[in-house]
């Protein structure tokens, strides 16, 4: 079974740029598609980015423009690079992989994820 495991949260000011890591242990199954999600306090978890099945790149509105998905197969690892970022984009950042997410699916499990805060 594949574990999951993000990094590279913290406190930033808005306006400021962060990048989070999801390292991979084992392999992937190659048709699993990987993406990031969020939960802020009182908030349901919302996708933020994702591979489609095809390789694309899919956004949720609030973030177009400021946040790149990105992975690195050598290396079994996804980025989120995050910049501009505003307050409301605090929350636990999480990563993911499953044939769902492919199809815009937010998964059941989760890891531990890594906490981000912007503050004004």
């Known amino acids: 079974q594949v574990q999951l495991v993000e990094s590279g949260g913290g406190s930033v000011q808005a306006g400021g740029s962060l990048r989070l890591s999801c390292a991979a242990s084992?392999?992937?199954?190659?048709?699993?598609?990987m993406g990031w999600f969020r939960q802020a306090p009182g908030k349901q978890r919302e996708g933020v980015a994702r591979?489609?099945?095809?390789?694309?790149?899919i956004y949720e509105d609030s973030v177009k423009g400021r946040f790149t998905i990105s992975q690195d197969n050598a290396k079994n690892t996804l980025y989120l690079q995050m910049n501009s970022l505003k307050p409301e984009d605090s929350a636990m950042y999480y990563c993911?992989?499953?044939?769902?997410?492919?199809?815009?699916?937010?998964?059941?499990?989760w890891g531990q994820g890594t906490q981000v805060t912007v503050s004004s």
């Open positions: 084992g392999t992937i199954y190659s048709g699993y598609c």
């Open positions: 993911a992989a499953t044939v769902g997410i492919c199809s815009g699916y937010t998964p059941d499990n």
């Open positions: 591979f489609d099945r095809d390789g694309r790149r």
